[in-house]
Antibody, heavy 119, light 108 residues
Framework: QLQLQQSGPGLAKPSETLSLTCTVS??????????WGWIRQPPGKGLEWIGS???????YYNPSLKSRVTISVDTSKNQFSLNLTSVTAADTAVYYC???????????WGQGTLVTVSS | SYELTQPPSVSVSPGQTARITCSGD??????AYWYQQKSGQAPVLVIY???KRPSGIPERFSGSSSGTMATLTISGAQVEDEADYYC???????????FGGGTKLTVL
């Protein structure tokens, strides 16, 4: 049974970079058919797909965030990470890491991390 | 940009059938997925590939898709089914995922 543990700060300053990491247990990032990625949910609002990555490094990003987003994978640590640059208050959200099926649909999630962008 | 459109809210009485729709131009060629999110909780997949139900999801949840519209049906809705429901799919290229805006289901 896959379990994802998220880590990273819950506060980011405007114009800086938001960084989160997701550690996978119960399975190998490189040994599975899954994709890995991130979604977010601003307070009181809907879900937004941020992007996904395969263990080979192939990435897929939300076009509206593509210029600011990098998702990377570290197979040696069984982790994947999210970097979102130049954040503003509009990036305040609960961020979920998750594993995705071959057709890029979310199958399960980590516990979620509320990241607040504020000075 | 591509969008998936859902009604903001649906309301039914307990025992009635709730239907939540999701429209998108790529749905004739791409699968729809449905997620249930209860207050303060992470989303849960309730339907995948238009009409398949993951293990552990009650049989009253079903899905269908025709043309540009996918539908989540909850037959005999129960009070515990009150939640936000989101459809999910990809664009025509299959490389960008997206959620619908969500539908708040009220059962009372």
């Amino acid at each position: 049974q896959l379990q994802l543990q998220q880590s990273g700060p819950g506060l980011a300053k405007p114009s800086e970079t938001l960084s989160l990491t997701c550690t996978v247990s119960g399975g190998s990032i490189s040994g599975s058919r899954y994709y890995w990625g991130w979604i977010r949910q601003p307070p009181g609002k809907g879900l937004e797909w941020i992007g996904s990555i395969y263990y080979t490094g192939s990435t897929y990003y939300n076009p509206s965030l593509k210029s600011r987003v990098t998702i990377s994978v570290d197979t040696s640590k069984n982790q994947f990470s999210l970097n979102l640059t130049s954040v503003t208050a509009a990036d305040t959200a609960v961020y979920y890491c998750g594993w995705f099926g071959e057709l890029l649909y979310p199958l399960g999630w980590g516990q979620g991390t509320l990241v607040t962008v504020s000075s | 940009s591509y969008e998936l459109t859902q009604p903001p809210s649906v309301s039914v009485s307990p025992g009635q059938t709730a239907r939540i729709t999701c429209s998108g131009d790529a749905l004739p060629k791409k699968y729809a997925y449905w997620y249930q999110q209860k207050s303060g909780q992470a989303p849960v997949l309730v339907i995948y590939e238009d009409n398949k139900r993951p293990s552990g999801i009650p049989e009253r949840f079903s899905g269908s898709s025709s043309g540009t519209m996918a539908t989540l049906t909850i037959s005999g809705a129960q009070v515990e089914d009150e939640a936000d429901y989101y459809c999910y799919s990809t664009d025509s290229s299959g490389t960008h995922g997206l959620f619908g805006g969500g539908t708040k289901l009220t059962v009372l």
